[in-house]
């Protein structure tokens, strides 16, 4: 949660976003009771709006409708997101129509009625080197944003992640990934997106991919190691 490496760079970016005046909450869905959805089609059918299982959705949900923002914070997982938020992800089915609609040669869901606009950023970290391991995961939340009312707004992406946090316990001049994501805080406030210049900061190399596997080969075995004695 906020001791992970997605935190790292999650962390400075919502105080960037408190300092200009932003009200923030923070919410880890590790500590959330949010069922898988049942695809039972209630939300739309029999109870508009409304998903039929109770748990915390319940009281999630307004407050996303509410939000002029929404950030997702996970690190890469099997090149996805986490399955917590996907099970949250799915859960937001009220959020639109049941009715269709071609728009621009693609079909889509009329957006529920009185949704306002709210900007999607996404903030994710990869134990893996390069920016190609992000894809399928922004290119999930890119077409989440394809329909109204959500409008994607830029995506924080700190490949290697693992590397930031050891150069900054060992003082090497990376502190400015951390200054530049309170920065792209700032300017979400202020602007409603965040400039490319500012993400390609916080995803610039760290060190060469062959140093940083070398190292990680030699961590893990480290630990295993260590286990195996201690067992």
């Known amino acids: 949660m906020d001791k992970g490496n997605t935190a790292l760079i999650l962390t400075p970016f919502l105080e960037g976003m408190i300092e200009s005046g932003a009200e923030v909450d923070l919410y880890y869905n590790y500590n959330l009771n ?4 049942r695809g039972c089609f ?19 949900l307004p407050k996303m409708r509410e939000a002029d923002a929404i950030v997702y914070a996970t690190p890469v997982y099997s090149y996805g997101m986490n399955g917590q938020m996907k099970d949250m992800v799915d859960r937001m089915m009220p959020l639109a129509d049941p009715f269709m609609e071609v728009v621009d040669g693609r079909s889509r869901h009329i957006p529920g009625e009185n949704e306002k606009p709210c900007k999607v950023v996404l903030v994710s970290n990869c134990g893996l080197w390069g920016m190609d391991n992000f894809e399928p995961l922004v290119a999930h939340i890119k077409k989440l944003c394809q329909d109204p009312p959500l409008e994607f707004a830029g995506a924080l992406l700190r490949p290697h992640g693992e590397a930031l946090r050891t150069m900054l316990d060992m003082g090497s001049p990376v502190g400015d990934i951390v200054e530049v994501a309170r920065d792209a805080g700032r300017q979400l406030f202020r602007e409603g997106k965040i400039s490319q210049d500012k993400l390609d900061t916080i995803s610039r190399e760290l060190l060469p991919q062959e140093i ?6 030699e961590q893990f075995r480290r630990v295993m190691e260590k286990r195996k004695v201690n067992s």
Do not use: F, R, S
Not at 34 to 37: A, F, G, S, T, Y
């Open 212 to 217: 940083y596997v070398d190292m990680a080969n």
């Open 34 to 37: 949010i069922k898988p959805c």
């Open 42 to 60: 209630n939300c739309w059918l029999k109870t508009p709006g409304v998903c039929a299982q109770k748990d915390d959705m319940q009281w999630l």
